[in-house]
């Protein structure tokens, strides 16, 4: 029988090397991570690492072998945890309160200072219901596609965007000042369709991260929208290529479409830190599209 133990967690069993390999090689290059965005969406650092430690033992004992992306696989599990923590808070039915209606640096260190919120943001989320409070945490603090939040609530990407803009405009309304950093990434992606338009190679890897990463959805995947990582790729693609896409903030967050015959086919949206930006999604889903709050201002 061998005792492991793994940044407060204990396990006993006859097979511990396998615990010994997720806690060092799998996990734990993921540990502060999981630990963040455990803190924000149940607001309690003791429940954080509560609920950390269980995703740890279910990674443990979960069939890895068809994992691709370690982090996103970790972020489902914990988001899972923590989704039925908040659960067991809440009355029945707080999923779908009847009175909301739909039109109604490091990732830690962002989470922590997000510039959403400010200093209203525990009182924000404290106020929303178990399944915006994921939605609204996992995208707008930690950059989490809807698809992947979809998964873990078990709605649609659609239904999971709505629940996340309803946060959304909470917490606008808990901090109406104006918001500095919005307006810097905004320009930043004024800086990316610029030098896109243009044909300013250059200038558009300038403002991509190196890691930048473009990730269509399966609608914008059928219009030809490849998936792409790494600022060379990603420059090469839209060096000349954006000129018929319109800026706007789609949901509170800089963006743009593009439009046929005035109807919208396709949504980018763009996720900047520090000045680049590090992920573009691109959403072509009817359904989505539909439920987007476009602003073109």
């Known amino acids: 029988m061998l005792l492991l133990s793994c940044q407060g967690v204990h396990w006993s069993d006859t097979g511990g090397r396998g615990f010994v390999t997720v806690c060092s090689d799998f996990f734990e ?11 924000r969406v149940l607001g309690s650092p003791a429940d954080a690492e509560d609920a950390v430690q ?20 970790l972020t489902t599990i914990v988001s899972r945890v923590c989704l039925n923590t908040l659960r067991s808070r809440a009355p029945l039915d707080a999923d779908e309160p009847p009175d909301r209606p739909d039109d109604a640096d490091g990732p830690e260190a962002q989470a922590v200072r997000t510039d959403v919120v400010g200093q209203a943001l525990d009182v924000v989320l ?16 930690f950059g989490v596609p809807f698809d992947d939040i979809a998964t873990v609530l078990d ?38 369709f610029a030098a896109s338009r243009e044909g300013d190679l250059s200038r558009l890897l300038s403002v991509l991260d190196p890691d930048v990463v473009v990730r269509p959805d399966a609608a914008a995947l059928e219009m030809g929208s ?11 693609f839209f060096d000349g290529g954006a000129a018929a896409a319109r800026q706007m903030l789609i949901d ?29 999604d691109l959403h072509g889903d009817p359904a989505l599209l539909d439920a987007l709050d476009l602003d073109r201002h």
């Open 29 to 39: 290059p993921h540990r502060s991570r999981l630990v963040a965005v455990a803190t």
């Open 54 to 73: 269980e995703a740890w033992l279910r990674a443990g004992a979960a069939d890895r072998s068809e994992v691709r992306n370690t982090e996103a696989w």
């Open 155 to 192: 709605r649609t990407p659609a239904a999971t965007r709505q629940l996340a803009s309803r946060g959304r405009r909470r917490a606008r309304a808990a901090d109406p000042e104006p918001n500095p950093d919005l307006a810097r990434r905004r320009e930043v992606v004024a800086a990316f």
């Open 252 to 280: 509170g967050t800089p963006g743009a479409v593009w439009s046929h015959r005035g109807k919208v086919m396709v949504a980018f949206e763009f996720t900047v830190r520090e000045g680049r930006v590090v992920a573009i």
């Open 126 to 141: 404290d106020a929303l219901a178990p399944a915006e409070r994921v939605a609204f945490v996992l995208h707008d603090l």
């Open 226 to 236: 490849p998936a792409m990582a790494g600022a060379d790729t990603v420059a090469r």
